[in-house]
């Protein structure tokens, strides 16, 4: 079946540093990848998606590269803010028969300190 | 992206009662699916609802526990029945986007049940 495995947290970082969060993933086919985000309170929020190999999504100076040959969609940022601490997750979309069903990961939470 | 709106966006309650949470689109989409994060957990889909047909559930949800109407394209609502402290999470619904590719979350139905 499909799944996707990210790296455990919480990550905390000083502001300005750089962040990677892993995420491999396991399907048949060709999913799409996607990571969304949580912030304190709040409900989720799409961040970044690709739809297919190599391809690289980006928002808000997140980015993610999907890659087909180790399976990975990590996501990266080169300088964090404070305002960047939410929890992250990452998915994966598979269509079969009509179904499209996301399947998230446990979640990444970032901390970020001033 | 379509806007999402859900009621209650909290509610505590009694065992053994039921709670019916609403979710409203700003557009017609067809597609709609509900999730549920426990907490401190990632999310889990509960069934699809499509306007026209029966809900489709996933495996560890039945009908009974988790009835869904979907009357109209812009409109669903998940019934939490019977419940207990086992319930307490948050429950979100979200739609896809024109082709489903991208799905696009509520901001939750957060429910403490005692």
């Known amino acids: 079946g499909n799944s996707v495995t990210q790296m455990e947290g919480p990550v905390t970082l000083s502001e300005e540093a750089f962040l990677t969060i892993n995420c491999t993933y396991t399907a048949t086919g060709y999913p799409s990848l996607f990571w969304y985000v949580q912030y304190p309170g709040e409900g989720l929020q799409l961040l970044l998606k690709a739809t297919k190999a190599d391809d690289k999504g980006s928002n808000k100076g997140f980015e993610a590269t999907y890659r087909k040959e180790t399976t990975s969609f990590h996501l990266e940022k080169g300088s964090v803010q404070v305002s960047d601490s939410a929890v992250y997750f990452c998915?994966?979309?598979?269509?079969?028969?009509?179904?499209?069903?996301?399947?998230f990961g446990s979640g990444t939470r970032l901390q970020v300190q001033p | 992206s379509a806007v999402i709106s859900q009621k209650p966006s909290r509610d505590i309650c009694q065992r053994g009662t039921s709670l019916t949470i609403q979710c409203q689109v700003d557009s017609q989409v067809t597609m709609m699916f509900w999730y549920r994060q426990q907490p401190g957990q990632s999310l889990t889909l509960i069934a699809t609802a499509n306007q026209g047909s029966e809900a489709t559930y996933e495996s560890g949800f039945v009908i009974d526990k988790f009835p869904i109407s979907r009357p109209n394209l812009t409109f669903s609502t998940l019934t939490v029945s019977n419940m207990s402290p086992e319930d307490s999470s948050i429950y979100l619904c979200?739609?896809?986007?024109?082709?489903?590719?991208?799905?696009?979350f509520g901001p939750g139905t957060r429910l403490t049940v005692l």
């Open positions: 998915a994966l979309l598979h269509s079969t028969a009509g179904r499209r069903a996301l399947t």
């Open positions: 979200s739609v896809g986007s024109g082709r489903a590719d991208t799905q696009y």
